[in-house]
C-alpha cells in the first residue's frame, strides 16, 4: 500500500486538514478492510477500480466514484474490487459544514455523492478534472480551486466550536464537556446545538473519538506497551473502560488489533496521521 499526505493550501488549512492519496497494486489480494471512525468528514475520489462497502454480512454497495463520507459513528468494511487508486480531501471535524447548505448530521455514517451536495453540472466538471489530472498537485489544485469558489464565509468556526474542539485535541479527547464550560454551563445546549451544524456528531463523541485515536496511535507507535498504560496514559477509568470504547468503534479486542489483517489500511493510516 502507498499512502501519502500532502499539506493544503494556506487559505484552506483552518478547515482542511490535509490531502491523501493511496495506491494498491490490483494483483495484490486485499481483504475487506475495517475502517474506523477518526472524527473527520472526507470528500474522496476513486480514480481505479471499484470499491464495496458491506451493508451487512456479504451484502454490500459499489461506493460512489466521487462522494463525501461524513462522520463515521461504527466501524465499517471495505474491500477493493481490484486496482486502488484514490484521492481524497480530509476536512477537520468543523471544516466541511463552510462548503455545503445541507445538515451535516444527514451525511453521518454514508456515501454522499457530490452531486447531491453541489450544483450537479460544477460536480461533474471537478470529478472530471480529478480524472483527467496527469498528477497529485494538479488533482490538489482543481479540488482547492473548487473548495475556494464554494467558501462563501472566509471567517473562522465559530468561536465556541473551534474552541471546544481545540480544547478536546489537546487534552487528546479526555477532557469533559461540563469541565469545557465550566464559567458558563448553559452554553452547554447551543455547544451541541452548533455541533450538529457544524461537525455532524455530539462533543461528547468527538471526545471519545478524539481519545481512541491517541491510543491507537500510542500501540502503534509502542506495540510493546501494556493496555494498562495505554489506557492510564490516555486517561480513561481503567483498562475496562478502555476495552469497552475501543470495541464500541473498531469493533475488536484491543489485544487482536495490531494482528488483523482487516486493519492493515486504518493502522497505516492512523501510524501516519
Known amino acids: 500500500m502507498d499512502y501519502q499526505t500532502f499539506a493544503p493550501h494556506p487559505d484552506l488549512d483552518a478547515l482542511v486538514k490535509c490531502h491523501w492519496t493511496l495506491e494498491v497494486p490490483g494483483d495484490i489480494e486485499a481483504p475487506r478492510q475495517r475502517i474506523i471512525p477518526d472524527g473527520c468528514i472526507e470528500m474522496c475520489f476513486i480514480l481505479g477500480d471499484d470499491v464495496k462497502r458491506f451493508t451487512s454480512g456479504n451484502a454490500y454497495i459499489i461506493q460512489p466514484r466521487a462522494m463525501v463520507f461524513g462522520q463515521i459513528t461504527k466501524p465499517y468494511y471495505v474491500q477493493p474490487t481490484g486496482y486502488v487508486n484514490t484521492f481524497a480531501v480530509r476536512f477537520y471535524p468543523y471544516g466541511f459544514a463552510h462548503f455545503i447548505t445541507q445538515p451535516i448530521h444527514a451525511l453521518a455514517d454514508k456515501e454522499t455523492p457530490l452531486s447531491a451536495l453541489f450544483e450537479k453540472d460544477a460536480a461533474r466538471e471537478l470529478e472530471e478534472k480529478i480524472i483527467r489530472a496527469s498528477s497529485t498537485s494538479s488533482r490538489i489544485e482543481a479540488v ?130
Open 144 to 273: 482547492e480551486n473548487f473548495l475556494l469558489e464554494k467558501l462563501t464565509d472566509q471567517s473562522t468556526v465559530e468561536n465556541i466550536v473551534r474552541s471546544t474542539i481545540d480544547a478536546l485535541a489537546q487534552t487528546k479527547g479526555s477532557a469533559s464537556i461540563h469541565s469545557l464550560l465550566k464559567d458558563d454551563p448553559s452554553k452547554r445546549r447551543k455547544l451541541e446545538r452548533r455541533f450538529s451544524t457544524q461537525v455532524g456528531i455530539s462533543p461528547k463523541q468527538l471526545g471519545k473519538i478524539m481519545r481512541l485515536q491517541a491510543a491507537l496511535k500510542m500501540m502503534l507507535d509502542k506495540p510493546g506497551k501494556s493496555l494498562t498504560r495505554v489506557a492510564y496514559e490516555n486517561a480513561y477509568y481503567d483498562q475496562a473502560h478502555f476495552i469497552k470504547d475501543f470495541k464500541e468503534f473498531t469493533g475488536v479486542n484491543p489485544k487482536n488489533y495490531l494482528g488483523d489483517d482487516q486493519m492493515r489500511l486504518s493502522s497505516l493510516i492512523y501510524s501516519k496521521d
